[in-house]
């Protein structure tokens, strides 16, 4: 049983800020990258960002430097902080296991439960 448990979502204006949160087994952290993406109702679930053993990054092209993807190896975490929100931000994000930095969505090895954002005014 892989345990992926996601936090820090919630209601913010447009322009706010969160920092999502997902802790994962130590054997798991430490052997694969670890991604988040987003699914509006409805939506095809897309890439938003992801971050190697080693720290290596990956970023979808809409995060324009409004997000940023850490680790911190001492507590098995990844966070995401998103700045700068917009409503079209508002969706579930999943944090999830990859193989590797570039892999795709069918690649995906595990996901979390998802965290609700939600930008709206």
């Known amino acids: 049983q892989v345990q992926l448990v996601e936090s820090g979502g919630g209601l913010v204006q447009p322009g706010g800020s969160l920092r999502l949160s997902c802790a994962a087994s130590r054997w798991i952290f430490n052997i694969y990258t670890m991604g988040w993406y987003r699914q509006a109702p409805g939506k095809q679930r897309e890439f938003v960002a992801a971050?190697?053993?080693?720290?290596?990054?990956a970023y979808a092209d809409f995060v324009k430097g409004r997000f940023t993807i850490s680790r911190d190896n001492a507590k098995n975490t990844v966070y995401l902080q998103v700045n700068s929100l917009k409503p079209e931000d508002t969706a579930v994000y999943y944090c999830?296991?990859?193989?590797?930095?570039?892999?795709?969505?069918?690649?995906?090895?595990?996901w979390g439960q998802g965290t609700q954002v939600t930008v709206s005014s």
């Open positions: 999830s296991v990859k193989p590797e930095l570039y892999a795709s969505l069918a690649q995906v090895k595990y």
């Open positions: 971050i190697t053993t080693d720290g290596n990054t």
